[in-house]
């Protein structure tokens, strides 16, 4: 069974639902899904999935600094995620989301991540603005469903 690691970031619990949503759908795909806080993630794990989602909510324009970090910590691993498959969500306030999404997205395609656009849904990765709606939750859905189908392409090869 493909594995799929989501890893977040949330203080006051945003991303943390749109974490959950689409860990919930990639769990429908039957994949093996680890939903975590990025505090209780060591970046070894990253070694051991087929997937990674990272989301944050949006600082200043960018991904959250406990985000940053995590990434950074992952050079120990440079090269060896050569091929997995990534993806990122955000929240803000008001706008930034896209812009946050990019700065994780850089990290993953540097690491030699495959990351799949959206042409009708949010085209770089689910966003939300404030508290995830219901509309916001089935974007999520729909994210989390495309990964699993990438996911399972991917490692059938
Ligand atoms: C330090 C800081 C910087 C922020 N910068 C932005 C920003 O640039 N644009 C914006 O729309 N919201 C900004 N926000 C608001 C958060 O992105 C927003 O409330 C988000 O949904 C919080 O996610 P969470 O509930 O997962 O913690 C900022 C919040 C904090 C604490």
């Known amino acids: 069974m493909a594995k799929v690691l989501i890893v977040y970031y949330s203080r006051t619990g945003n991303t ?3 974490a959950k949503a689409i860990a919930k759908a990639l769990t429908e795909e039957n994949l093996d ?6 505090e209780d993630v060591g970046s070894d794990e ?3 999935v ?3 989602i990272i989301g944050s ?6 991904m959250a600094a ?3 970090k995590f990434l950074d910590d992952s050079v120990k691993h440079h090269g060896k995620l050569d091929g997995k498959v990534g993806a990122a969500f955000a929240s803000a ?3 930034g989301q896209e812009t ?3 700065s994780i997205l850089e990290a993953l395609l540097i690491h030699g991540m495959i990351v799949q656009g959206d042409p009708k849904g949010h085209h770089y990765g689910v966003t939300s603005t404030g508290k995830p709606s219901e509309q916001v939750l089935e974007r999520c859905r729909r994210f989390g469903q495309r990964f699993a189908t990438l996911v399972k392409q991917i490692t059938s090869k």
């Not at 899904?33 to 990025?38: A, I, L, T």
């Not at 909510?57 to 960018?62: E, L, W």
């Open 46 to 48: 990253l070694l051991e």
């Open 16 to 18: 943390e639902s749109m």
């Open 93 to 95: 306030a008001s706008t």
């Open 66 to 68: 406990e985000i940053k």
């Open 57 to 62: 909510p949006t600082y200043y324009g960018t």
């Open 33 to 38: 899904v680890g939903c975590k806080k990025v």
């Open 100 to 102: 946050t999404i990019f």
């Open 50 to 52: 087929d997937g990674l």
